[in-house]
């Protein structure tokens, strides 16, 4: 996987062939078949290394029960610390998603619709617990949210304010914006 995540992030994924993925690894394509299909399945993988992580933290906060306001911090401060320790996987996967062919895309928009859907849950139910104001969309604003925390894969330095703590300051703008006073 490091191997195809150096390739793709240097030339790109259409630039990349199996082979130079195999010679970058130091195996064989025998050994790359062993574990993949298809090229595809490699930007498949990727896309989960975050995706996956981000919905650990997601589960973590629901099934913790955690109070609305601190699953939605939560939340937020892994979508950057996930950015910014996938950063180059997030590369790859937003630059370079338009060259998966509709079925493995199927997979990725069947999780990234669970996650949404999850997030949105996250804020209806804080709506509901009065701890959040009502907003015209629930879902319009999760889309705001995963967009303005997840973009930080585009300017995030490490020599720069932390991860979390950027993803603790993106929440609490957020959250003064919607919770009740």
Not at 62 to 84: F, K
Not at 87 to 94: A, H, T
């Amino acid at each position: 996987m490091q191997a195809a995540i150096d390739c793709f992030y240097e030339r790109g994924y259409v630039g990349t062939s199996v082979q130079d993925v195999v010679d970058r690894a130091g195996v064989t394509k025998g050994a790359f078949y062993h574990h993949f299909t298809k090229k595809d399945d490699l930007l498949l993988h990727i896309h989960d290394r975050f995706m996956d992580q981000q919905m650990q933290a997601l589960e973590a906060g629901i099934a913790g029960d955690l109070p609305p306001r601190e699953a939605l911090t939560l939340l937020i401060e892994e979508i950057v610390v996930s950015a910014a320790e996938f950063q180059r996987e997030y590369v790859i996967f937003f630059e370079q998603r338009r060259s998966l062919s509709e079925e493995p895309f199927e997979q990725v928009r069947a999780k990234r619709d669970e996650y949404e859907r999850r997030v949105v849950q996250t804020i209806e139910n804080g709506i509901a617990r009065g701890d959040f104001r009502e907003v015209p969309s629930a879902q319009v604003l999760a889309f705001g949210i995963i967009g303005m925390a997840a973009w930080a894969y585009h300017w995030y330095r490490p020599s720069g304010m932390p991860p979390r703590e950027i993803g603790r300051m993106y929440a609490s703008v957020v959250l003064d914006g919607v919770v009740l006073r």
